[in-house]
């Protein structure tokens, strides 16, 4: 059987702070602070996009780590944000979970880990 090649967390968080979810500066704050709250290298600067028609219209985000990819979806009117963090190093997904539902002030969460590979 091959090696794994990554660990996989997929973050759903509801209820969440509105003028966090529409801010794009402070979802730049958020991929830099997440990377070093679970020991990742970012690869660059955040890349941060407003897109999408009526109801799906949202930020979302993007920022290379030396690892893989943290990529974040911002659902406005829902007050919802889903985060997946993929890296072929591990990290603690507990602490991920806790920086996320602080950072947006979410209150209720779903979230899953698995290896990838």
Do not use: Y
Not at 17 to 26: G, S, Y
Not at 76 to 85: A, S
Request: net charge positive; with cysteine.
């Amino acid at each position: 059987m091959q090696n794994k090649w990554g660990q996989l967390t997929a973050i759903d968080l509801f209820e969440c702070r509105e003028d966090v979810l529409k801010d794009k500066k402070k979802l730049e704050e958020f991929c830099l602070e997440l990377c070093g709250e679970i020991g990742m290298k970012p690869f660059g600067r955040p890349m941060v996009e407003r897109f999408g028609d009526g109801e799906l219209e949202g930020n979302s985000a993007l920022q290379f780590i030396e690892t893989s990819s943290i990529s974040v979806h911002c659902d406005e009117v829902d007050k919802r944000v889903f985060v997946d963090i993929f890296s072929c190093k591990e990290f603690d997904a507990k602490k991920a979970r806790k920086f996320v539902k602080k950072f947006f002030d979410g209150k209720r969460m779903k979230s899953r880990t698995m290896m990838r590979g």
